[in-house]
């Protein structure tokens, strides 16, 4: 029962990033009925794949008739910021069953990864992976749910992606990162890491994306260390 219980925190805590994410899901289904793609191909992106900035860029690539390497090359490039929530989460999943850590890898989003690292970093260890599935789940199912009313809507009401319902995904995305600004390394990171994506934004492949992740880690790692040696 105790796991129950975890499980529904995850889930109830998600809650704020499930309205987030909800508007960004419609307008995917929308989307990719109206880019040659089926309806049970659109839900079975979202099944599958389930990560929400690559499905987007996969059904432009695929509208634009790029070829399979491109359209792999370039969502892998943009999904590689899991590898750093991975190690991020890792000494606290290292232990865990391999019957947790396997679903739990591949439910792994921006979203569910704020939730479930602030709550591991404050100490709350006890019914983590629990916790983690119960987020994961909430996530998964929602973002299945608004695939499949896009969809539906999408067939019905043309132009639906033109309405600027993605703002609500970039509010979530700053309510993620703002809370964990509270040092001034993570707040050059950040600075870094927006200003270098920003001035790099027309290369190819997201890489300008990429690059801003990495000026912001070594900025964040560099003046971390530095703090400590003063300290």
């Given at each position: ?75 892998l490039v ?71 009313l896009g ?33 001034r390394p ?46």
């Amino acid at each position: 029962m105790s796991s129950v219980r975890h499980g529904f925190a995850g889930a109830r805590d998600t809650v704020p990033m499930l309205v987030g994410a909800a508007p960004f899901g419609l307008i995917f289904g929308a989307l990719a009925t109206t880019s040659h793609l089926t309806p049970a191909q659109t839900l079975a992106m979202s099944l599958l794949v389930f990560a929400g900035s690559s499905q987007f860029i996969a059904v432009g690539l695929f509208a634009a008739g790029s070829t399979l390497p491109v359209l792999w090359l370039t969502t892998l490039v943009v999904n590689l910021r899991h590898a750093l929530y991975s190690a991020t989460l890792l000494p606290y999943a290292r232990d865990w069953p391999l019957r947790w850590r396997l679903p739990l890898a591949f439910w792994l989003t921006d979203e569910t990864f704020a939730v479930v690292e602030h709550r591991l970093r404050s100490g709350a260890v006890a019914g983590g992976a629990a916790y983690w599935f119960g987020s994961s789940l909430a996530m998964y199912g929602n973002w299945l749910l608004w695939t499949l009313l896009g969809i539906m809507v999408g067939q019905g009401i043309p132009g639906i992606a033109g309405w600027g319902l993605d703002f609500a995904m970039l509010a979530t995305f700053t309510a993620i990162v703002a809370p964990q600004l509270k040092t001034r390394p993570a707040l050059a990171a950040a600075l870094v890491a927006g200003t270098v994506a920003l001035w790099l934004r027309a290369l190819p492949y997201q890489g300008g994306l990429m690059l801003g992740a990495c000026a912001g880690i070594a900025t964040g790692m560099l003046l971390d260390g530095k703090r400590q040696e003063a300290a």
